[in-house]
């Protein structure tokens, strides 16, 4: 199962457009494997402009509604939290339960230790937020029960100005495959700096309900 992650575009409002690195990159990785789900963090922020984009991506896309979203279709038609799983992508395997919300509720912005309660909240094992405009993935263990959760930020897609933003694009993949030592989660974060993509990738295990590494 591949999930493309993105969001944070701010278009029109701090952005003329998507880049153009951003769309060939994300082209280049659907022709390889395909793209099976897309979770977007919000804050578009007109929906007219940017669906029928999400929609080529990927026609199973998923929106959640940021704090930047004032556009009537935002509002009414977008939720504040979105919940989905592997389930129909990996038939007879651990099932990991995937949240997304914008983030904008964290305070201080992205705050671990508050995703982490929002997390338990939604009953997820992976939550996926926005609103920084810094990307990041982070394994994060749970006071309560001590189990390990997978806090992801994509960053913002088009490198728009936030208080905490790394100001360069950047988007998520997830991929989650099938092993005999359980479900294999591998986390990219794609940047572009001066039209450079740079990749970095981490590996983790799902297993029993939790991640062990």
């Known amino acids: 199962m591949r999930v493309l992650i993105i969001g944070d575009f701010h278009i029109p409002d701090r952005k003329k457009e998507i880049g153009l690195e951003i769309?060939?990159?994300i082209a280049r990785e659907s022709?390889?494997?395909?793209i099976d789900f897309l979770a977007c963090t919000g804050d578009l922020t007109k929906a007219d402009m940017l669906e029928p984009v999400l929609s080529s991506w990927c026609s199973d896309y998923a929106v959640v509604q940021g704090n930047m979203?004032?556009?009537?279709?935002?509002?009414k038609g977008f939720p504040r939290k979105i919940v989905f799983d592997t389930a129909k992508y990996?038939?007879?395997t651990d099932v990991i339960k995937i949240g997304i919300t914008h983030g904008h509720q964290v305070n201080p912005r992205?705050?671990?230790?508050?995703l982490s309660e929002i997390a338990q909240e939604y009953g997820v094992h992976v939550l996926i937020s926005g609103h920084t405009h810094a990307p990041s993935a982070v394994l994060h263990r749970r006071v309560d029960d001590g189990k390990?959760?997978?806090?992801l930020n994509p960053g913002s897609a088009t490198g728009a100005w936030s208080f905490v933003a790394s100001m360069t694009p950047s988007y998520i993949l997830l991929d989650i495959m099938a092993t005999k030592h359980g479900?294999?989660?591998?986390?990219?974060?794609?940047?572009?700096?001066d039209d450079k993509e740079t990749k970095i990738g981490e590996n983790h295990v799902f297993l029993g309900g939790t991640f062990v590494k």
Not at 110 to 114: A, E, L, M, P, T
């Open 148 to 151: 390990q959760i997978l806090l």
């Open 183 to 193: 479900l294999e989660v591998t986390v990219t974060i794609h940047e572009f700096v």
């Open 31 to 34: 022709k390889k494997t395909g």
């Open 110 to 114: 992205g705050d671990r230790s508050s």
């Open 69 to 75: 979203d004032y556009d009537l279709r935002n509002a």
């Open 23 to 25: 769309e060939r990159s």
């Open 90 to 92: 990996l038939l007879g």
